[in-house]
């Protein structure tokens, strides 16, 4: 190889080299930060979501790609204060204003110039991501479809389909021999002979003492095993999952939107009840929301005709205790410091709630032996625990400790 083209096939890598890096860079610049988009994405569900969408129109024109059709500057002008922007006379800003009925936009004056980067980051990063699909409408009031589980189903009907296949070939067999033995009938003794000849007696075999003993074992075991699976679920109600009368949602409301539980559980941190919300905490938002996602109009405007007629809503009671038993929240929530979700499980994702704990008594008095008080800043249990640890009793103090196992602090 010359010379002349070695320097030459040198000199192209490294051509080859810097213009990939450029390209890379330039890609890498072009990026969507994360970080941001996802703030954008929150900034944009808390004040732009309830006009807008990315990919179609709603109360104000779809979003997609309006960094394309409008500068950084004039897009911050516009979210600060759009009618300062149609007051300057700018064109394109009074067409808009004009083609959408002259609905002014609300202004976010607050903004800052991150924040204002943030929300067109998120608008940028979901236009390139195109349309998501949107989820099927639910029709209100129609209760959710239960899934069955098939498989057990299909392996009983298997194993019943195998029996069957045994059996027969069992019949089949035994026929065969008996005919081969007939043949040979002469040559067989006396005994041998009663037996071949032996006709089946179903009569006989069902009044022998053998039979009914089996069957009456059976129907004893099966009869016992009902009435203690029975007497054990008797009041347990998990799972319970009842059609509401709206078909408000905490998945929505508790995880999209991230409302704090408290401010709708008024008493769950400081009372023995947690409450049931009122529709005047509702209307908070529903003077001004009036569409949802799932159910359009429909859904809202049945919590605005609860506000209006002044119609308690008549919400299905999911979590129950008999009036036996007694329970406060305070007491698990701020005293022992314990998360809702630890007994109430996952609600935030929950679409329509459920009771998630069996709300036995054995599940509360489990409970109680498994986990320590919370002594931190509690300065009644400073003295509970030096006693606790004179004693002979190891390990941590244990809500059983403080005697919420006796029977009285949980029965009247
Ligand atoms: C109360 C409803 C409402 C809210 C909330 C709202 N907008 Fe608007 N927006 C509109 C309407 C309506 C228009 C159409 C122009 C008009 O009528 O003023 C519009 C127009 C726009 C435009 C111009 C679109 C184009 O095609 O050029 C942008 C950009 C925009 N909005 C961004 C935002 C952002 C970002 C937020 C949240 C920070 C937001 N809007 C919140 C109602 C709203
Ligand atoms: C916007 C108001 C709101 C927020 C926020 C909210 N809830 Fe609820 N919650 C309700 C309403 C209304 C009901 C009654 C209707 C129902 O059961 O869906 C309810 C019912 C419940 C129930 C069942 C009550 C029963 O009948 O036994 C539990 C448990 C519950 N919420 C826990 C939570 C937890 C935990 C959070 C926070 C992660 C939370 N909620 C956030 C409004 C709210
Ligand atoms: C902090 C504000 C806020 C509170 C309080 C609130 N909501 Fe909502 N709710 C919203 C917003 C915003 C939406 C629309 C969500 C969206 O567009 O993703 C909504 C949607 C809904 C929907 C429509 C669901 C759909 O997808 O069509 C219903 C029904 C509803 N809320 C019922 C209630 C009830 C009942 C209460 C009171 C227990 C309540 N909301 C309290 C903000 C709130
Ligand atoms: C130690 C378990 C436990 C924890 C923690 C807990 N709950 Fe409960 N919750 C229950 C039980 C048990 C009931 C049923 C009470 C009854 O029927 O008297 C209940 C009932 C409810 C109800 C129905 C209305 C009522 O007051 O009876 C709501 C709403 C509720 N809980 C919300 C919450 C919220 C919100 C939190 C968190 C701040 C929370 N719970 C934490 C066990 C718990
Ligand atoms: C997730 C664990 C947990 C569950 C489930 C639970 N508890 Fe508790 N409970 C505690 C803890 C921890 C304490 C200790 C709180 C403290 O420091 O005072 C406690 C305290 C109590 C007390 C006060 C005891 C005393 O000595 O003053 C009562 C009453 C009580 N629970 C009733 C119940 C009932 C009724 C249930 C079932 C419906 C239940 N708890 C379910 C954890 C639980
Ligand atoms: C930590 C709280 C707690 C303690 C301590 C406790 N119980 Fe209970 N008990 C309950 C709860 C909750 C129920 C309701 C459970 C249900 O409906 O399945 C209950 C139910 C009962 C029932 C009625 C059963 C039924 O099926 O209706 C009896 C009887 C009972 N408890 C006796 C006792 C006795 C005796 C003690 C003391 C050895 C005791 N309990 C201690 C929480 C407790």
Redesign the pocket.
Known sequence: MSKTSISNLVSRLSLLIILSFFFTTVRADNAPDPGLVSKGEVLFKENCKTCHAVHTQEVGPALKDVTKRRDVKWLSAWIRNSSQVIASGDKYANDLYNKFGKSPMTSFSSFKDDEIKAVLAYIDAESVKGPEKKEEKVVIGEPPVEKVDTTSTIILILVVVVLILVLTTLIVFLSVIKRFLKDKEATLTEADKELVNQKFDLVAVVKSKMFITIVSLLFVTIAVRACWLGALSIGVEQNYEPVQPIPFSHKQHAGEMKINCNYCHTGAYKSKQANIPSVNICMNCHTHVKEGPRFGAEGIAKVVKAYETGAPIKWVRVHN?PDL????HS??TT??G?ECQ??HGPIEEMEVVRQH?P?T?G??I???R??????KD?AY?DKLLKVHADSKKKGEMK?ED???I?CS??HY
Request: with cysteine; proline share 0%.
């Open positions: 205790l038993a007694y329970f406060n007491q698990h005293v022992a314990i630890k007994c704990s709300l008594m599940w509360c489990n409970c109680h498994e986990t320590a008080v919370n002594s509690n249990y809500a403080i005697g919420a006796d602090k949980c």
